[in-house]
């Protein structure tokens, strides 16, 4: 019987000492705690993160990110909200979460060039975004009413509902005004003779590396459309291959018909292969208008065909 009391006041006693150190070891937490000083909360709203900790740091506050939310009024990166609210009193130590701007909500512009306004007005909205600011440019590539550029440029990172300025075709200039022909993938004796007609000197640069036949231009400065004047001096580059039976083995015969419809459409084609990408065509036609090209390879290639900037159709070489 003697031993029986004996083990009751030994768990006992263990239950006071449990219950005694969980009443020091809970005193001594909420002794620190309540040691520590209290803080007013600032408000770090439409700060930087790093800005946000300069000011919370020497008030011994911490930060926490919560989150991140789309808003086009509060710069990326920036605060939108915190927890707890500015000028709430808090002791040292304390963690203030916030939720952190990622600006405003970003779209791709769509390709418009080529279009015509309206359409291009449409096409815009469907990628929300808005029609900003029209203005007219005499063109000999584009005929009156289509769009011959678009700013932001077509692929571009912009920020939801943002503006997109165009430039429409206002047509062929009169005849008081020359504007550059687009020669790009023409031969140079063409270019040599509007050159000679107009007046104004060409520079010619070679680029031996080219897979296009030999005299092929490969760049032009001015840009077509561009306004020439007797101060303009052309710069053309042209392909220097020569035009032996080996280069005659890598061309490729390319046919694309237009899809029938009611208005003309813009047509790019891309090649891809050994060399890189490079833009074969690019340019208005017709519905049902048939487009043959002498397309130049080096090894495996395909080539892309774009239409009114939509990706249709891929071919392998």
């Known amino acids: 019987m003697k031993k029986n009391v004996t083990v009751v006041e030994l768990v006992v006693a263990l239950l006071v000492l449990g219950g ?18 209290v803080q007013a909360v600032p408000d770090i709203t439409k700060k930087s993160i790093a800005g946000a900790l300069d000011q919370l740091a020497p008030l011994n506050l911490a930060l926490m990110k919560e989150g991140s939310e789309f808003n086009a009024a509060v710069p ?39 279009l015509p306004l309206r ?22 590539r584009l ?22 300025n165009v430039v429409v075709s206002a047509g062929p200039p009169p005849e008081e005004i020359v504007l550059m022909p687009d020669f790009l993938r023409k031969n140079l004796a063409e270019a040599s003779k ?26 032009q400065d001015p840009l077509a459309d561009a306004v020439v004047d007797d101060e303009t001096k052309v710069k053309l580059t042209i392909s220097a291959r ?8 890598s061309m490729t015969s390319l046919q694309y018909q237009v899809p029938q419809g009611s208005q003309e459409s813009l047509v790019r084609v891309v090649l891809i292969d050994a060399h890189g990408e490079r833009e074969l065509f690019n340019g208005l036609r017709a519905p049902g208008t048939k487009i043959d090209l002498s397309v130049p390879q080096a090894g495996r290639a395909r080539v892309k065909i774009h239409l009114n900037g939509i990706l249709v159709e891929e071919r392998d070489l």
Do not use: C
């Open 76 to 114: 990326i990166g920036s605060i939108l909200r915190q927890r707890p609210p500015a000028g709430t009193k808090v002791r040292e130590g304390k963690a203030i979460r916030v939720v952190v701007s990622q600006g405003g909500e970003t779209v791709f512009a769509p390709s418009v060039g080529g």
């Open 119 to 140: 359409n291009a007005e449409m096409m815009l909205r469907q990628g929300q975004l808005t029609l900003g600011e029209v203005t007219e440019s005499y063109s000999l």
């Open 194 to 219: 509007w050159a000679s007609e107009v007046g104004v000197p060409i520079a010619i640069t070679k680029d031996a590396s080219s897979l296009f036949p030999y005299g092929t231009i490969l760049a």
């Open 242 to 249: 020569p035009s032996d039976a080996k280069d005659k083995a």
């Open 20 to 37: 005694l150190g969980a009443f020091g070891f809970r005193w001594a937490v909420e002794g620190l705690v309540h040691s520590r000083a």
């Open 143 to 164: 005929e009156k009413g289509l769009v011959l550029t678009q700013d932001p440029s077509a692929e571009s990172s912009v920020e939801r509902n943002s503006l997109v």
